[in-house]
């Protein structure tokens, strides 16, 4: 005969168990290391940004200055006024004032006694690319070297004059752009 078994099946928790903790530093250190890791990223995007800008600033003002330095370094005694007023247009405000009282109490009155004849050009040596180069450069602001060729016809002299002359222009982002802030001649 079979003997009943009066145990019983052992009976489901009817409770619900709560999951098993993890440690809390585990937690922790993750959201360390995803605070850690996203400031990292923002702060790898701003450097990328900024030598991204400042590369196309290099490209910019090398181009700006290319353009600008035989505007401000020509003139022609039979329109000075002209040729002041147009190489004006590639001066920052401060540096205009400059310019302006320049080339109204020395340049332009030789010029006109002299019947003084200015032609600057970018000089490009025998492979044909203007010798002009971007020394340092920032998203808004630059200084450019360029090797000038100056051709000087005046009474003063029996025939064409050429100079060769290297010039240092600092250049700032502008929102007319680039414009030309300071020259020194070498």
């Known amino acids: 005969m079979p003997t009943s078994r009066s145990a019983t099946a052992p009976q489901k ?49 090398l181009a700006a200055a290319r353009t600008a330095a035989p505007v401000i370094l020509s003139y022609d005694y039979r329109h000075l006024a002209r040729d002041f007023a147009v190489a004006e247009r590639h001066l920052t405000g401060p540096f205009q004032g400059q310019y302006r009282k320049t080339t109204q109490t020395v340049v332009g009155p030789t010029a006109a ?32 070297l360029l090797f000038m060729n100056q051709v000087t016809t005046s009474t003063k002299i029996s025939g064409p004059r050429l100079d060769l002359n290297r010039v240092r222009m600092k250049l700032t982002r502008t929102p007319g752009g680039w414009k030309v802030n300071a020259i020194d001649a070498l």
């Open 13 to 61: 928790d009817t409770q619900p168990q709560a999951p098993p903790r993890r440690p809390r530093g585990l937690a922790l250190v993750l959201a360390l290391l995803i605070l850690a890791g996203s400031a990292a990223t923002a702060v790898l995007g701003l450097q990328y940004r900024d030598a991204d800008r400042s590369r196309r600033a290099r490209v910019d003002a």
């Open 113 to 144: 006694k002299y019947h003084g004849i200015v032609k600057a050009t970018v000089a490009q040596p025998t492979g044909g690319i203007p010798a002009a180069s971007v020394v340092s450069a920032t998203p808004d602001s630059a200084v450019v």
